[in-house]
């Protein structure tokens, strides 16, 4: 069953979509150093007072990660995701203005300082209650899949 979302207008809406708790599991594929994983996490998304930004925050195993911050820059026409990790590390991306899915892309800075760029990141909402993420890294012509997987809505 396919759904549309009105379309994107203001920074709200990122926050109607998501608002709420989401239950995911995420799909971490075998590396050279581990074994393939799947990782049961909480995302977290609440309007912040005042504002159309939307925080973001999500944990694992009893510990939270980080947190970000998400809303639409109207004078870029692109959605941005300011996410800061609790290791140090710190990622700015963006996404254009889209229905169901956002397609974010940008710089990942590493707690030991070096930048990685190339990265996806997809957000597909399926329905108010579904959502599915895919992190791919690109290098050059290359893809990794680095994490996939599927979140619902408590």
């Not at 997809?122 to 993420?133: F, H, K, V």
Request: net charge negative; proline share 5%; hydrophobic share 35%.
């Amino acid at each position: 069953m396919q759904f549309l979302l009105a379309p994107i207008l203001a920074a709200s809406t990122f926050a109607q979509a998501f608002l709420g708790i989401w239950d995911c599991a995420l799909t971490i594929p075998e590396s050279a150093t581990s074994p393939q994983r799947t990782v049961q996490a909480t995302w977290t998304f609440e309007q912040i007072a005042g504002t159309d930004w939307t925080r973001v925050t999500y944990a694992s195993g009893g510990q939270t990660g980080g947190f970000a911050i998400v809303g639409f820059l109207p004078q870029i026409g692109q959605w941005v995701y300011n996410d800061f990790h609790n290791d140090g590390s710190y990622a700015h991306l963006t996404a254009p203005n889209a229905d169901n899915t956002w397609r974010w892309s940008g710089d990942y800075f590493a707690p030991d300082g070096s930048v990685q760029t190339g990265s996806t990141n997809t957000w597909t909402l399926d329905s108010p209650r579904n959502w599915r993420i895919t992190v791919v890294h690109v290098s050059g012509k290359t893809e990794e899949l680095r994490e996939s997987g599927a979140c619902t809505k408590r």
